[in-house]
T-cell receptor
Framework: ETGVTQSPTHLIKTRGQQVTLRCSSQSGHNTVSWYQQALGQGPQFIFQYYREEENGRGNFPPRFSGLQFPNYSSELNVNALELDDSALYLC???????????FGSGTRLTIV | AQSVSQHNHHVILSEAASLELGCNYSYGGTVNLFWYVQYPGQHLQLLLKYFSGDPLVKGIKGFEAEFIKSKFSFNLRKPSVQWSDTAEYFCAVNANSNNNDMRFGAGTRLTVKP
C-alpha cells in the first residue's frame, strides 16, 4: 500500500503571495487532515475533509482553505501569506480514527 | 477546548535507562489518546493508542502507555531505551464527541546516548 505523499517538499514564497500544497492520501483512506507544525512545536490542527466536505476546522483564519477531490486527494490553499505562516505543513489521512492517522513527510513552507 | 501538555521538552538518557514521558490533557469527557513518534528525517508514526478497555496499552518497539483517568494522564514508558529510540515524541488527544479534531502536545525530544 502507498503512504501519504505531499508536494512540493520545500517552497519559498514572499509575503502577500498565495500558495497551494497538495496531498495524496493513502489508498482506501477517505479522510484527510491538515496540520501546521511550527519549529519546536507540535502539529496544530487546521482542518479536516471527509468525502469532499470540510469536517471540522481549527483556529485558523479563512485565508486557509482547502479542497478534497473524488479520489480523496486534497489541497491546502493559503492566501495573503504572512511571515508567521512559515512552518512544516503536514497532511494525514485515515479511514477511521480507530486506526490512527497516516502522515506524510510534509511541505516546508518558508515566507520571506 | 481540549489541550495537551507534555512536561519535558528535552530528555537525555543513556542506553538501557528507563523512560517515562509525561502527557496530561484537559478535557472532561471521553477521550481517545495517542502517542506518535518522529524519527530524524522521517514522518510522524503511530506508536500506540488508547480507545477503551485495559488502561495499560502496549505499542510497537517495546513502548507502553498507561491511561489514568483521574489524573488526566497518558504517560509513555519504556523499560530500557536504545540509541535508535532517539526521536521526537508527541502525545495527541481526540475528544470522542469530536471525531475530527486531534490535538497534539508540543512534543518531547528524546536523545539516547550510546
Amino acid at each position: 500500500e502507498t503512504g501519504v505523499t505531499q508536494s512540493p517538499t520545500h517552497l519559498i514564497k514572499t509575503r502577500g503571495q498565495q500558495v497551494t500544497l497538495r496531498c495524496s492520501s493513502q489508498s482506501g483512506h477517505n479522510t484527510v487532515s491538515w496540520y501546521q507544525q511550527a519549529l519546536g512545536q507540535g502539529p496544530q490542527f487546521i482542518f479536516q475533509y471527509y468525502r469532499e466536505e470540510e469536517n471540522g476546522r481549527g483556529n485558523f483564519p479563512p485565508r486557509f482553505s482547502g479542497l478534497q477531490f473524488p479520489n480523496y486527494s486534497s489541497e491546502l490553499n493559503v492566501n495573503a501569506l504572512e511571515l508567521d505562516d512559515s512552518a512544516l505543513y503536514l497532511c494525514a489521512s485515515s479511514s477511521s480514527l480507530v486506526y490512527g492517522y497516516t502522515f506524510g513527510s510534509g511541505t516546508r513552507l518558508t515566507i520571506v | 477546548a481540549q489541550s495537551v501538555s507534555q512536561h519535558n521538552h528535552h530528555v537525555i538518557l543513556s542506553e538501557a535507562a528507563s523512560l517515562e514521558l509525561g502527557c496530561n490533557y484537559s478535557y472532561g469527557g471521553t477521550v481517545n489518546l495517542f502517542w506518535y513518534v518522529q524519527y530524524p528525517g522521517q514522518h510522524l508514526q503511530l506508536l500506540l493508542k488508547y480507545f477503551s478497555g485495559d488502561p495499560l496499552v502496549k505499542g510497537i518497539k517495546g513502548f507502553e502507555a498507561e491511561f489514568i483517568k483521574s489524573k488526566f494522564s497518558f504517560n509513555l514508558r519504556k523499560p530500557s531505551v536504545q540509541w535508535s529510540d532517539t526521536a521526537e515524541y508527541f502525545c495527541a488527544v481526540n475528544a470522542n464527541s469530536n471525531n475530527n479534531d486531534m490535538r497534539f502536545g508540543a512534543g518531547t525530544r528524546l536523545t539516547v546516548k550510546p
